[in-house]
C-alpha cells in the first residue's frame, strides 16, 4: 500500500528549530489530522514537507514509497503526488487555473469539463475556474477552489494547511465530504491541519496526531478530539 512516511524531521526557520524529530505514517486512503497549540509546528510541517524557501530540514526523511520527497525539488515532489492546500490561497495575475492544471499535467482535452463537474460537487459556479486564479474570489471559493484543483490532478496525498479557515457551514460540508471521497474514489491519503473540531464532525479521520513543541505527543482516534474540546492542549504541551 502506498504511504506517506515521516521519520524524524527535524527543520528550522532562521536559527529557530521549529520541527525536533517527527514521525508520522499517513497510509493511502486515510484521514490524518494534526492538532496543536499555536507555534507548535503544524504548519511548519505543510511547508517543510512541500519544499517552501526559508524552511531549512536539518535531518530526517518524508517519503512516499520510499522516494524522499526532501531530495527533490517542490514541483518535482508536486509530480510525485504530493499536493498543498494552503491556509491562504494566492491571487496569481494572468495564470487561468484550467490552463495551471494541464500544466500540472491534467489532460487538456477534458480538463475543462472536469473542472465544470467537480465545481458542481463542491458547489462552487464553474465560470470562477475560467478567471484568473483566485481573483476576485472571497475566501470560501478559493478554498473550495483549491478543492476542485486537487479533485482534477488526483494527487495520492495531499496536505491541507487550515482548509476550514474561512468556510461557513455549507462550504465547510461540501469541501469535507469532497475530501472523504476521494479517499475512495483513488485512495488519496490526506494529512489535515487544524485547530477546529467542527471540520471533524465532516471529515472523518482515521487518527488524530497532537502536535507539541515541534513532537508528536499524543495520537488517537476520533475519540481523541473530545478530549482536546474538554481538556484543551495544556496536559499535552511539552517544553524544550
Known amino acids: 500500500m502506498s504511504e506517506l512516511r515521516i ?23 486515510e ?10 509546528g503544524k504548519s511548519t510541517l505543510a511547508h517543510a514537507l512541500t519544499g517552501r524557501p526559508g524552511y531549512h530540514v536539518t ?19 508536486a509530480r510525485h503526488g504530493l499536493l498543498l492546500a494552503l491556509q491562504q490561497p494566492l491571487e496569481v495575475a494572468g495564470v487561468r487555473p484550467v490552463d495551471m492544471l494541464v500544466a500540472a499535467g491534467a489532460d487538456a482535452t477534458t480538463v475543462a469539463e472536469r473542472v465544470d463537474a467537480e465545481c458542481e460537487r463542491v458547489g462552487l459556479r464553474p465560470e470562477l475556474l475560467h478567471r484568473f486564479l483566485n481573483v476576485d474570489l472571497s475566501g470560501g471559493e478559493r478554498k473550495r477552489a483549491e478543492i476542485v484543483q486537487m479533485s482534477v490532478l488526483q494527487p495520492r496525498f495531499v496536505v491541507l494547511d487550515e482548509i476550514d479557515s474561512g468556510l461557513d457551514v455549507d462550504a465547510l460540508g461540501a469541501v469535507a465530504r469532497r475530501l472523504q471521497d476521494a479517499t475512495q474514489e483513488w485512495g488519496c491519503g490526506v494529512l489535515a491541519i487544524t485547530h477546529f473540531r467542527r471540520l471533524l464532525q465532516e471529515l472523518v479521520p482515521t487518527a488524530i496526531h497532537v502536535v507539541s513543541d515541534g513532537r508528536v505527543v499524543a495520537s488517537g482516534g476520533p475519540e481523541l478530539a473530545a478530549t482536546l474540546e474538554e481538556h484543551g492542549y495544556e496536559p499535552f504541551r511539552r517544553t524544550a
Open 7 to 29: 521519520e524524524g524531521l527535524r527543520v528550522t526557520v532562521g536559527d529557530t528549530e521549529i520541527l525536533k524529530g517527527i514521525d508520522l505514517v499517513v497510509p493511502a486512503g
Open 31 to 40: 484521514v490524518h489530522v494534526i492538532m496543536g497549540p499555536n507555534g507548535s
Open 59 to 77: 535531518s530526517g526523511t518524508a517519503t512516499i514509497d520510499g522516494v524522499d520527497l526532501l531530495t527533490l525539488e517542490p514541483s518535482e515532489r
